[in-house]
C-alpha cells in the first residue's frame, strides 16, 4: 500500500534507503584502501553492528534533529542544519562528477561532461518537486527491477570467479580492519540523515526494522562484490582500478553470447541508483532548509552545486579529494553533531519536564 498526506511507510523508506546509497557505494567502496578481499569483509560486517545501535540513538533523537531551533536555540539550531547541508552540498557535487565521468568512459566517449553535468542536475533538481509520496513509489517500484538485475548480475560474474584467488587471504593485519572500520564509517555518514528523514514516515519511532534492514542489505551487497572481485582479480589485483566492478561486468557473457555487452544492465542499474541519490540530495537540501526556516535558499543551493560541479570538472580535479574530506573533517564533525544533538535532547526533555 502506498503512503498518503505526504508521508512514506516503513517499507518506501527501506528502498529509498537502498536505492539512495547502493550506487555510489558499488563505484567507491571497492577502490577504497584497507576494504581489499577478506579484510573489506570483516570491516563491513563489524560496522553493521555499531550501525544498529546507532539506529536507536538516531529514532530516539529525531524530534531534536526535526526540531533543532526548539532544542538548540535559533541561531544554534540553523548552524547545526547549515553543517548538515554542507556534507550535502559536496556530496552533490562528488555525485555529478562521478555521472559525467562514467557516462564518458562507458556509456558516449564523446559526450560533453558540462552537458552530462548540467542536464542530471536539472532533471534531478526538478524531479525532486514531484513531492515525497511520489518518490516513494518509484522506489517501491523500482526497487525489486534494480535488485533483480544486480543479482543476475553477480550470478553470471561468478564464472568469472578463480578457486585459487579465493582461497588465499591476502593482507590482513588488526590496524588494516580497524583502518578498514574507519572508513567503512565514513562511507555511511548518510546514516546521520535518517533523523531528518524519519519525520516524514508513518509510525517513526518504529521505523528501526526499516532502517537496520537498509544498511545490513547493503553491507551484504557490498560483501558479496568485494568477495566476487577477490575471485576474478586476485587479493589486491583491483585496487588501482578506477571502476572495478564495472570490469569485472565487462567479463560477463549470457550463454549462448547473444548480447554483446551484458554490462550494460549492471551499469545502467548502478546509474540509475546514482540518479536517485542526486535527487535525494536536492530533495533533503530543501528539507533541512525547512527546518532552519531557509527555504527559500534551496534553489541558490542547488545552482551552487551544479556550479561547483562544473568548475570541478572543468579543472580536471581528481574525486580523491572526496574521500579525504570526509575522513578527515566530515567523520569527526557529525560525531561532535550527533553528541550535541544528544546533550541538547538531554536538556529540552529536563526542561519540558520542569514546566510540567
Known amino acids: 500500500m502506498y503512503a498518503d498526506n505526504q508521508r512514506i511507510s516503513h517499507r518506501q523508506l527501506f528502498r529509498q534507503l537502498v536505492l539512495g546509497q547502493l550506487g555510489i557505494y ?19 560486517l563489524l560496522m553493521g553492528f555499531l550501525f544498529l545501535a546507532a539506529s536507536i540513538f538516531f529514532i530516539r533523537m529525531k524530534s531534536c534533529y526535526l526540531t533543532p531551533e526548539r532544542y538548540m536555540g535559533k541561531y544554534a539550531g540553523k548552524i ?25 568512459r562507458f556509456f558516449i566517449e564523446s559526450s560533453k561532461p558540462f552537458v552530462i553535468i548540467t542536464i542530471t542536475a536539472v532533471v534531478c533538481y526538478l524531479g525532486s518537486h514531484q513531492g515525497l509520496e511520489r518518490r516513494g513509489r518509484m522506489a517501491e517500484i523500482c526497487f525489486p527491477v534494480i535488485l533483480f538485475v544486480l543479482a543476475v548480475m553477480f550470478l553470471l560474474s561468478v564464472t568469472r570467479v578463480n578457486g585459487a584467488y579465493l582461497e588465499a587471504t591476502g593482507y590482513m593485519s588488526l590496524k588494516g580492519v580497524i583502518q ?15 533523523p531528518f528523514t524519519l519525520g516524514n514516515v508513518d509510525r517513526p519511532g518504529n521505523a528501526g526494522k526499516a532502517l537496520n ?57 548502478v546509474m540509475f541508483c546514482i540518479f536517485f541519490a542526486v ?15 531557509m527555504e527559500k535558499g534551496a534553489p541558490y543551493l ?30 569527526p564533525l557529525f560525531l561532535v553533531l550527533a553528541l550535541w544533538a544528544g546533550i541538547a535532547y538531554g536538556r529540552g526533555k529536563h526542561h519540558d519536564k520542569e514546566e510540567k
Request: charged residues 10%; proline residues 2%; contains cysteine.
Open 26 to 44: 558499488l563505484v567507491t567502496v571497492p577502490v577504497t584502501s584497507y576494504l581489499e578481499g577478506r579484510q573489506g569483509v570483516l570491516s563491513l
Open 80 to 104: 547545526f542544519c547549515l553543517l548538515h547541508l554542507s556534507y550535502l552540498f559536496i556530496t552533490g557535487v562528488f555525485l555529478l562528477l562521478v555521472t559525467s565521468r562514467i557516462t564518458g
Open 180 to 194: 578498514g572500520c574507519y572508513r567503512v564509517f565514513c562511507t555511511f555518514l548518510p546514516v546521520f540523515f535518517l
Open 213 to 269: 534492514s537498509s544498511v545490513f542489505l547493503l553491507l551484504g551487497i557490498l560483501s558479496a562484490a568485494l568477495i566476487l572481485l577477490q575471485g576474478a582479480f586476485g587479493a589486491g589485483g583491483y585496487v588501482q582500478k578506477s571502476y572495478p566492478l564495472f570490469d569485472m561486468m565487462a567479463g560477463v557473457d549470457l550463454p549462448g553470447d547473444f548480447l554483446e555487452r551484458v554490462d550494460i544492465f549492471f551499469i545502467a542499474a
Open 279 to 293: 535527487g535525494s540530495i536536492f530533495f533533503y537540501n530543501h528539507e533541512l532548509l525547512k527546518r532552519g526556516h
Open 302 to 331: 542547488a545552482g551552487g552545486i551544479l556550479v561547483c560541479a562544473l568548475g570541478c570538472e572543468k579543472a580536471g580535479i581528481s574525486l580523491e579529494w572526496y574521500r579525504e574530506v570526509l575522513q578527515n573533517i566530515y567523520a
